[in-house]
């Protein structure tokens, strides 16, 4: 079966780095996505990423290794308002995305 | 970016009325839109899967009958809940893929669905 795992939730400091961890299991592979989701809202994409390698946009990096089956979301600088659940998804050889049950993170002051 | 809009953001009914749930792409084309359903603290669970101009793809477990849904144009999809329940009160969301099959996903506001 097709299964994508993250952690259910994480907590970190304000101004502080976290990285959200990604496994998956897919039958086939298109691309991995990240989202970010304040409660009551719908998700934002935040990165994509089909090759192997570090991918930086300002604050966040995604990370993927298709021979592991693995990818991270890294979260640098961290501000209260980057409370939310962050949504790893997979799109597999059919082009649907699988998604993640998504990681509840907490910031602290 | 490209926008998604989705209508009505909240709807209060009552038992076995049905709802209707729009979703437009305001400044491009999408062929493909999805509907998805999330209940509180859970992940989104794809619904179905809307091509303009051809029936719906539904998930396993999801009810064709009851969920109706309509892509007549390449901008708007529009999901109906028949005969609602309170079991159907959820969040409902939609997405549009901007170009290709490996294009990105847009999403609507989504749409808060509580029925009495």
């Known amino acids: 079966g097709q299964n994508i795992d993250q952690p259910t939730e994480m907590t970190a400091t304000e101004g502080a780095i976290v990285q959200i961890n990604c496994t998956y299991q897919?039958?086939?592979?298109?691309?991995l996505f990240w989202y970010q989701q304040h409660a009551g809202e719908a998700p934002t994409f935040l990165s994509y990423?089909?090759l192997d390698g570090l991918e930086e946009k300002g604050r966040f990096s995604s990370f993927l290794s298709r021979s592991k089956g693995y990818s991270y979301l890294l979260l640098k600088e961290l501000q209260m308002k980057d409370s939310a659940s962050y949504l790893c998804?997979?799109?597999?050889?059919?082009?649907?995305?699988?998604w993640g049950a998504g990681t509840k993170l907490i910031i602290k002051p | 970016g490209a926008v998604v809009s989705q209508h009505p953001s909240w709807v209060i009914c009552k038992s076995g009325t049905s709802v209707k749930i729009e979703c437009r792409s305001l400044?491009?084309?999408?062929?493909?839109m999805f509907w998805y359903r999330q209940f509180p603290k859970q992940s989104l669970m794809l619904m179905a899967t809307?091509?303009?101009?051809?029936?719906?793809?539904?998930e396993q477990g999801v009810e064709k009958d009851k969920f109706l849904i309509n892509h007549a144009s390449l901008t708007l999809s529009t999901l109906t809940v028949t005969s609602a329940h309170p079991e159907d009160s959820s969040f409902y969301i939609c997405?549009?893929?901007?170009?290709?099959?490996?294009?990105?996903?847009?999403f609507g506001e989504g749409s808060r669905l509580t029925v009495l």
């Open positions: 990423n089909v």
């Open positions: 809307s091509n303009e101009g051809s029936k719906a793809t539904y």
């Open positions: 997405s549009a893929r901007l170009g290709s099959e490996t294009g990105e996903l847009f």
């Open positions: 897919t039958s086939g592979f298109n691309g």
């Open positions: 998804a997979v799109m597999d050889s059919n082009y649907q995305l699988i």
């Open positions: 400044d491009f084309q999408a062929t493909t």
